[in-house]
């Protein structure tokens, strides 16, 4: 399960409904151009929290017969719902993926006990392994040292997607649990998690980036820091200009340009003005 994992978008059409062809053009590109070593499917990247069950199954349907046993798949099954969470667990399970992984619940403030006991209830009766995706900045949810080692007491729970500026917790997290999956979370810091030691990355950016952060990730594991260096700068100035022209509606015009239906954004995202789309277009030229 090591290796960069793409946070995989989904191509919705102008109404928000699923584009499957444009979805599938997503996950051959991310494979064949930008050859990661899995996908990480539903994330925040694919606009999880902003669709139904039934759309979250039927993506996980079709990147899955897209994919077949090419590379690995990570479910994101998360959702306030616990019982949407266990449902999902399974779907994926039975359909074949290789782990799941669950955002920290949200928006009540949950304590520690029950986002414990969320994770147990979602990983119960199911036979799959769980990746904890820790995202504070945007759930608002920060676990201390302690707190991952409580969770990572349930042997079903291999790793945690670390996605935090908090290099002093992901080395002493690295530290203490030598044999769990730590995922670097922020592409732009890539680097500095890749110096730490940890197994792997799952980033939005890599849906056009993979390449590059493929390189970063293994010259730094190699020991060849400068290199490594030379292309975080590039990977940043790219990632810069994203964040500041719109995070996912860039990434999707930019695979646009190279032929990929990767469609629009679901309400409330708003799209990209005329003027952000011909920047988007100047992005994908500069960079890809
Ligand atoms: C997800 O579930 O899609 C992710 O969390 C992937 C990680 C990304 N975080 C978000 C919130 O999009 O790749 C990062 C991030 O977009 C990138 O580092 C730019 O800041």
Request: hydrophobic share 40%; aromatic share 10%.
């Amino acid at each position: 399960m090591k290796g960069l994992y793409t946070a995989l978008m989904c191509s919705f059409d102008e109404q928000g409904n699923i584009n499957e062809q444009g979805l599938r053009e997503i996950v051959r590109y991310n494979i064949e151009v930008s050859e990661v070593d899995g996908l990480y499917v539903n994330g925040s990247t694919g606009e999880n929290f902003l669709i139904s069950t039934e759309q979250k199954k039927q993506i996980f349907e079709i990147v899955k017969d897209e994919v077949g046993d090419r590379v690995k798949l990570m479910a994101q099954v998360g959702s306030l719902n616990v019982d949407e969470a266990s449902e999902l667990a399974q779907f994926v399970t039975d359909l074949g993926y290789d782990a799941i992984s669950a955002v920290t619940p949200f928006y009540y403030k949950f304590d520690f006990e029950e986002i414990k006991d969320y994770y147990n209830t979602i990983l119960e009766g199911v036979d799959t392994k769980l990746i904890i995706y820790s995202i504070p900045a945007l759930t608002g949810v920060s676990m201390n040292l302690e707190q991952f080692g409580e969770l990572f007491e349930n042997e079903k729970i291999i790793g945690v997607k670390f996605t935090a500026p908090d290099f002093y917790l992901l080395e002493r997290l690295r530290h203490a649990y030598p044999d769990k999956l730590i995922y670097s979370g922020f592409d732009e810091m890539l680097l500095s998690a890749s110096v730490l030691n940890v197994d792997g990355a799952i980033g939005s950016t890599f849906n056009v980036n993979g390449k590059r952060a493929k390189q970063i990730f293994t010259l730094a594991q190699s020991g060849r820091i400068d290199e490594a260096r030379e292309i975080q700068k590039v990977t940043n100035d790219l990632i810069s200009e994203i964040l500041e022209n719109g995070l996912y509606q860039t990434i999707k015009e930019m695979l646009e340009t190279q032929g990929v239906h990767a469609g629009y954004v679901r309400k409330p995202m708003k799209r990209l003005s005329e003027e952000k789309l011909l920047k988007a277009r100047s992005i994908a030229e500069k960079y890809l």
